[in-house]
């Protein structure tokens, strides 16, 4: 099984890294600058809680040099997307799924949402019909090029059909992905599987735009901890409207999530000069709570402070 990451920051080096070291895929990455140096001179080193290895995928920068792929995992940024679906066009063969990895609410999510794909690039360049959802869990962080510290422990990558059919190609990516440090997951409800992550991004990731600190430090102090825990029950709230009713226990999961000395992405991508991807985080959610009619007081305002962060800090 040939495979392409599309995006070689901390997730995708981490899956790539993961899938590579599985054995059973031809697993390339498209990278770029340094970090596609450090790749192609030393492969992608992975420090994790439970091992640190080295893997060696092939690294380029022009898709062109791979040709098409029996499947593309898309791990870039949100903002980045449109670029992608301009580029993808040389690693798709007639079937190539493409799976789209990406944090928040993806452009796929509803023809309504055009700030997510920007004139409808990614729907008429990739189309529904080739489009896999994904899902991450993996707290990382690039450290230098080509290395990755990890900080979870329960890793895992989920996939789903977009009509939540359970296929060939789907529970064939689950099994690449899957083994010892991270799992994949073939799933038959993506889009609950996208708002049970979303609840850690919309709880954690505008608090600590606003406090610059990980997430221990910054959930140490209880008022800012309750106010996370006003954010994630109003997030429940906008899932359950939508049809995606959240199964479980959110609050321990957010509780597990907040203990980890980590910084959200979208402070990471803040801190290191990157586009944030505050449509599919945050403005996104907003405007789906509002068209259902869904009050989300603590997290509207939490969203107009972290933008005005966002802008001047």
Same mark, same amino acid.
């Given at each position: 099984m040939k495979v392409t990451i599309f995006g070689?920051?901390?997730?995708?080096?981490?899956?790539?890294? =993961?899938?590579?070291?599985?054995? =059973?895929?031809?697993?390339?990455?498209?990278? =770029?600058? #340094?970090?596609?140096?450090?790749?192609?001179?030393?492969?992608?080193?992975?420090?994790?809680p439970d091992a640190t290895f080295t893997a060696h995928p092939r690294a380029e920068q022009d898709p062109a040099a791979l040709g098409p792929q029996d499947a593309v995992i898309v791990t870039v940024k949100a903002p980045a997307v449109t670029g992608v679906a301009e580029a993808i066009g040389p690693l798709l063969g007639p079937e190539?799924?493409?799976?789209?990895?990406?944090? *928040?609410i993806p452009w796929w999510w509803g023809e309504n949402l055009t700030s997510l794909d920007p004139g409808g690039v990614a729907r008429a360049r990739i189309g529904l019909p080739r489009t896999i959802g994904g899902v991450v869990w993996?707290?990382?962080?690039?450290?230098?090029?080509?290395?990755? =510290?990890?900080?979870?422990?329960?890793?895992?990558?989920?996939?789903?059909?977009?009509?939540?059919?359970?296929?060939?190609?789907?529970?064939?990516?689950?099994?690449?992905?899957?083994? #010892?440090?991270? *799992?994949?997951v073939a799933t038959t409800d993506i889009r609950t599987a996208i708002w049970t992550k979303l609840l850690n991004n919309l709880t954690n990731g505008p608090i600590c735009l606003l406090t610059r600190q990980d997430m221990k430090t910054t959930f140490s102090d209880p008022a800012v901890l309750a106010a996370a825990k006003a954010v994630m029950h109003e997030g429940l709230a906008i899932a359950a409207a939508l049809g995606h009713p959240v199964p479980g226990d959110p609050e321990a999961q957010i509780l597990r999530s907040v203990a980890l000395a980590h910084k959200p992405s979208i402070l990471q991508d803040l801190e290191a000069g990157r586009s944030l991807e505050f449509e599919a985080l945050l403005s996104v959610p907003l405007q789906l709570a509002r068209e259902a009619g869904v009050a989300t007081p603590t997290f509207e305002l939490l969203v107009s402070l972290a933008r005005q962060a966002a802008r001047f800090g």
């Open positions: 070689a920051g901390a997730i995708g080096s981490h899956v790539a890294a =993961r899938l590579a070291s599985r054995g =059973r895929s031809e697993v390339s990455v498209i990278a =770029r600058g #340094p970090q596609l140096e450090a790749i192609r001179a030393r492969g992608i080193t992975v420090e994790a190539t799924p493409v799976v789209f990895v990406i944090n *928040g993996s707290a990382c962080t690039v450290t230098e090029p080509g290395v990755v =510290r990890v900080q979870s422990a329960a890793n895992r990558v989920i996939f789903g059909e977009l009509d939540n059919r359970m296929s060939p190609r789907l529970q064939a990516l689950a099994d690449a992905l899957e083994g #010892p440090g991270m *799992g994949g």
